[in-house]
């Protein structure tokens, strides 16, 4: 081992892990990256993108494996961004998401314990908007703050709400350093094609160099908090530097829904109406939905000096960009 501040991060292969993993890396960090399976398809893909990421396997619902995890790496940061993260897949597999976004969290704390680093490791739980689940019961007209009520309305939400008790029981229970990052949607370039911002983006990309026709999406209605990947790990970051832990909401404070995001991204190509190119198919909607989402940042933005860098738009133009680089390339090697 160095003398450099050493991280560990479940869930590496991930959004959230790439972007984190690089702001990391440029803080001088040892990193190392946690994936699940001997043949993993994205193993390439990170070691190419990522070589500072010394990775080591393991499962979330694999306690041993977590335990020479933490013992390997001695970790002064984890950051546990692993899970089953796609609301809609949630409800196709809830026991799955059960088993690795709730019992998970709880294996990785009992592995930072049992190895005897409950007061050198500090714990990053990555929590989640989805544990309200729309309904605000305190602040009517108002974004949710730490504090709001929680209703989620997806076996993802309640397994990310599982996960947040158990982190906060281990933070009073044993004294250990565990902040919770209740994040808003981000999204970015790093987005996976199934969530609905990338699907867009990446099908965008495609209509303008006529690669396909039209995207097929679900209920068009529902507004989120989006905001970019790369600022929300910064405040991930931030949570772990403050002098004691806590619960953090990071959000931009508006909303937009998907039909905006959907009109931003054509006028990026030159298109003005967007719905010729549209057909919503009922395979892609929710048993529940939520309606809408808005977070209030105010305590991360005054105790921890976060803010979000790249507004709405800037989010949008930088997907379409990104996706329609790829497309070209994509195109010319085809």
């Not at 105790?303 to 990104?322: E, I, K, Q, S, T």
Request: overall charge negative; charged content about 25%.
């Amino acid at each position: 081992m160095t003398d450099a501040r050493r991280a560990l991060i479940t869930g590496i292969t991930g959004q959230d892990g790439g972007h984190l993993a690089e702001l990391l890396h440029g803080k001088g960090y040892e990193v190392y990256g946690l994936m699940r399976g001997q043949n993993n398809p994205r193993r390439v893909e990170v070691e190419s993108e990522m070589p500072y990421v010394r990775l080591i396997e393991g499962d979330l619902i694999d306690p041993t494996s977590l335990v020479r995890a933490v013992e390997t790496s001695d970790p002064h940061e984890l950051y546990n961004l692993a899970a089953i993260s796609h609301v809609g897949y949630s409800f196709k597999n809830p026991t799955l998401t059960a088993d690795v976004t709730a019992k998970g969290v709880l294996n990785v704390l009992e592995a930072v314990r049992i190895t005897g680093r409950s007061e050198s490791t500090k714990v990053y739980q990555a929590s989640t908007s989805e544990m309200f689940g729309g309904l605000d019961y305190n602040r009517p007209g108002a974004g949710y703050n730490e504090n709001s009520l929680f209703h989620p309305r997806s076996p993802y939400g309640v397994a990310k709400l599982y996960g947040h008790w158990i982190a906060k029981n281990y933070r009073e229970s044993y004294g250990m350093f565990v902040s919770c990052g209740i994040l808003f949607n981000h999204e970015g370039e790093r987005r996976g094609v199934e969530f609905v911002t990338r699907k867009i983006t990446h099908a965008v990309a495609r209509i303008k160099l006529g690669m396909q026709s039209n995207i097929e999406l679900g209920d068009l209605w529902p507004k989120r908090d989006w905001g970019y990947a790369g600022d929300f790990v910064e405040g991930m970051w931030r949570m772990l530097q403050h002098d004691v832990p806590d619960d953090f909401v990071l959000a931009t404070g508006e909303t937009h829904s998907i039909e905006e995001f959907l009109t931003l991204a054509f006028a990026e190509i030159g298109i003005d109406d967007w719905r010729p190119y549209v057909v919503q198919n009922p395979a892609y909607m929710r048993p529940a939905e939520v309606d809408i989402l808005l977070g209030d940042p105010t305590k991360a933005e005054d105790v921890l000096g976060w803010r979000r860098a790249v507004d709405f738009p800037g989010l949008v133009r930088r997907m379409v960009a990104h996706d329609l680089r790829l497309a070209e390339a994509q195109r010319a090697s085809a």
